[in-house]
């Protein structure tokens, strides 16, 4: 974490105009608002100096994440110029690969403790929520690692409580496809969420743009991939096979959900406090649907204690703990390193389980994984660059 300026050194911008601290550092008065003038003026001192990074603050709903990137794939925010990795890059990286591919692998796991056709999948969504609500509460009303922000009234309409129902459904189809069938082949078909992705932004984003002919193609080698991947699958099943396909379409229906919501929520809230409402918000959703279809199992397992008990604890926490690493990596990485992801959840299941690998499977997850980098290549190649502030500078003398 980046230290406060010294009294005896004032703020870069301080000679140009007086705003709030920037998050990266320590002690933020969060409270402290700018008037837009002032923020318009900060904008320009920014903007115009020749040695000043661009440097974008991402709102919350950019990268509350799943295993899709973030709630609007392709909007992350840089700290950092592209393509520099300090040492603490690194660490973030690496716990978010670690936590990410133990996540998957606990879940699978914590399910394997019941008969198959009666693992609690619902229930393990449901421990899930209630350790990141306990986890976050703690960290930012408690322990006060952040300044704890109040879910706006303004902010608690149908499209927000649509979010959170994606949001917690796509989890749960998660969870149920790695009770069907192996982790790795549930990694293989999310794989193919860029298809999703593209299809829903196309039906209900008016304002999206045109779908290219180079992310057209790349979609190709995911449906092969898949298509390969579940024909030569040995555990392949069609429920598992369905709910991975439908956490595809809800993790998918976030982004746009996430898109088609007010801005007022994504300017007043950061991406720990929005965590932290959605989560709490999933557990109402959720407790009501658990108890009517599984019953309250997670009394009864918490009562026997065990090695369940401690794995469906355990998942939880790593649950948590990802999605705060990925709030991290996402302001200083890009796609490539989520692709990367990807490769390790499938090789780590692998390696985890004792999953045999035939020819087949390899050719389907290689080509399903190959699609997903070209996806997010083709969609760079779709965003028009911004100019960096040294070419803005230098446009303008030219004028």
């Excluded at 994440?65 to 603490?88: E, K, R």
């Excluded at 039906?203 to 045109?210: E, G, V």
């Excluded at 299941?349 to 080509?367: C, H, Q, R, S």
Aim: hydrophobic letters at 45%; one cysteine or more.
């Amino acid at each position: 974490m980046c230290r406060p300026f010294p009294p005896s050194a004032p703020s870069p911008l301080s000679s140009r105009a007086r705003l709030p601290r920037p998050n990266s550092l320590a002690k933020i008065d969060e409270s402290q608002t700018a008037s837009p003038k002032e923020l318009q003026q900060g904008l320009d001192a920014v903007g115009s100096g020749t040695d000043s990074p661009d440097v974008r603050r991402s709102s919350g709903l950019q990268s509350l994440t799943n295993d899709s990137s973030s709630w609007a794939p392709g909007q992350h925010a840089s700290a950092l110029p592209t393509g520099v990795f300090t040492p603490q890059t690194l660490v973030y990286i690496l716990v978010w690969y670690v936590t990410g591919a133990l996540t998957n692998s606990t879940s699978k796991q914590s399910l394997q403790q019941f008969e198959k056709g009666r693992a609690p999948w619902m229930s393990l969504t449901l421990m899930q929520h209630v350790c990141a609500t306990a986890a976050g509460t703690f960290a930012l009303r408690v322990a006060g690692l952040r300044r704890y922000k109040e879910l706006p009234a303004s902010a608690q309409t149908w499209g927000f409580y649509r979010m959170v129902l994606v949001y917690s459904l796509g989890f749960c189809m998660t969870n149920g496809a790695f009770g069907a069938v192996n982790a790795s082949f549930v990694d293989t078909v999310k794989a193919g969420e860029p298809l999703a992705t593209m299809l829903l932004t196309v039906l209900f984003l008016s304002d999206a743009p045109p779908v290219t002919l180079p992310i057209f193609l790349s979609l190709l080698p995911i449906v092969g991939g898949v298509s390969i991947s579940a024909m030569a699958e040995a555990s392949f099943s069609w429920v598992g096979f369905s709910l991975a396909l439908g956490s595809n379409i809800c993790n998918a229906a976030r982004s746009i959900c996430a898109k088609m919501l007010k801005t007022e929520l994504g300017r007043n809230m950061d991406n720990a406090s929005l965590f932290l409402h959605v989560n709490y918000y999933g557990v109402l959703l959720l407790l009501p649907a658990v108890l009517f279809f599984e019953g309250p199992i997670l009394v009864s397992l918490f009562r026997a204690g065990g090695k369940p008990a401690r794995l469906f604890c355990l998942n939880g926490l790593l649950y948590y703990i990802n999605n705060q690493m990925n709030f991290l990596v996402d302001a200083v990485t890009h796609g490539l390193i989520n692709c990367g992801r990807r490769v390790a959840n499938i090789g780590f299941a692998i390696v985890w389980f004792g999953i045999p690998v035939t020819m087949y499977n390899g050719l389907g997850i290689g080509l399903a994984l190959l699609g997903a980098f070209l996806y997010m290549k083709a969609k760079q190649m779709s965003v028009p660059s911004r100019a960096t502030p040294s070419a803005r500078t230098a446009a303008s003398k030219a004028q």
